[in-house]
């Protein structure tokens, strides 16, 4: 395993910055410009940062939401990577509904496909035994033609600069709170 996985330095951070970042980023696609007014962050793994976090944002229109995010979620198919539920008034959406039918036959079938390519000498679809991965796959393709077709990407690298200074803020709140707590023996 490469050693700049665990150096807070490299990475910039543990789980927020590696998995609260993408989440910042959906709730800023639903809510409009995000304003971070609490966060947490815990240490249960032996890490050199942390493996856990809860922050609390507010949208543009005041619609108030809560992400969770951890290196506690290995899990096996389909709750591989994320879980989003959006409460309203009227109803919910959750991500669990749109997960693919017999999703484990899918990813079967898709790594045999993938193994018959390689023996017929074809190119595999490195991307296809997951939709999860095909999901970021599809980002970079977009992003890598826009750039050699010269046009605006579809995201722009100042919506990455917003939610890392989201994340920052993040950590600066909850690094405030962890030093209002004072332990005694």
Same mark, same amino acid.
């Given at each position: 395993?490469?050693?700049?996985?665990?150096?807070?330095?490299?990475?910039?951070?543990?789980?927020?910055?590696?998995?609260?970042?993408? =989440?910042?980023?959906?709730?800023?696609?639903?809510?409009?410009?995000?304003?971070?007014?609490? /966060?947490?962050?815990?240490?249960?793994?032996? =890490?050199?940062? !942390?493996?856990?976090?809860?922050?609390?944002?507010?949208? !543009?229109?005041?619609?108030?939401?809560?992400?969770?995010?951890?290196?506690?979620?290995?899990?096996?198919?389909?709750?591989?990577?994320?879980?989003?539920?959006?409460?309203?008034?009227?109803?919910?959406?959750?991500?669990?509904?749109?997960?693919?039918?017999?999703?484990?036959?899918?990813?079967?079938?898709?790594?045999?496909?993938?193994?018959?390519?390689?023996?017929?000498?074809?190119?595999?679809?490195?991307?296809?035994?997951?939709?999860?991965?095909?999901?970021?796959?599809?980002?970079?393709?977009?992003? =890598?033609?826009?750039?050699?077709?010269?046009?605006?990407?579809?995201?722009?690298?100042?919506?990455?600069?917003?939610?890392?200074?989201?994340?920052? !803020? /993040?950590?600066?709140?909850?690094?405030?709170?962890?030093?209002?707590?004072?332990?005694?023996?």
């Amino acid at each position: 395993m490469p050693t700049w996985q665990l150096d807070p330095e490299a990475t910039g951070g543990g789980a927020l910055m590696d998995l609260g970042i993408h =989440l910042l980023d959906v709730l800023e696609w639903f809510f409009g410009d995000l304003t971070v007014e609490h /966060a947490v962050t815990d240490r249960q793994l032996n =890490l050199p940062y !942390e493996d856990a976090a809860t922050v609390v944002v507010r949208g !543009e229109r005041g619609t108030t939401a809560t992400l969770t995010c951890g290196f506690f979620q290995w899990e096996t198919p389909p709750d591989v990577t994320s879980y989003l539920r959006l409460d309203g008034i009227a109803d919910s959406v959750v991500s669990t509904d749109y997960v693919p039918r017999r999703f484990t036959t899918y990813a079967a079938r898709s790594a045999l496909e993938n193994l018959g390519r390689r023996l017929r000498g074809d190119e595999p679809e490195y991307f296809k035994p997951t939709y999860y991965y095909q999901a970021h796959y599809w980002a970079l393709r977009d992003f =890598l033609d826009a750039v050699r077709d010269g046009e605006s990407p579809p995201v722009g690298g100042e919506t990455g600069l917003r939610m890392v200074e989201h994340v920052r !803020e /993040a950590y600066r709140i909850a690094d405030a709170d962890a030093a209002l707590v004072e332990v005694t023996e």
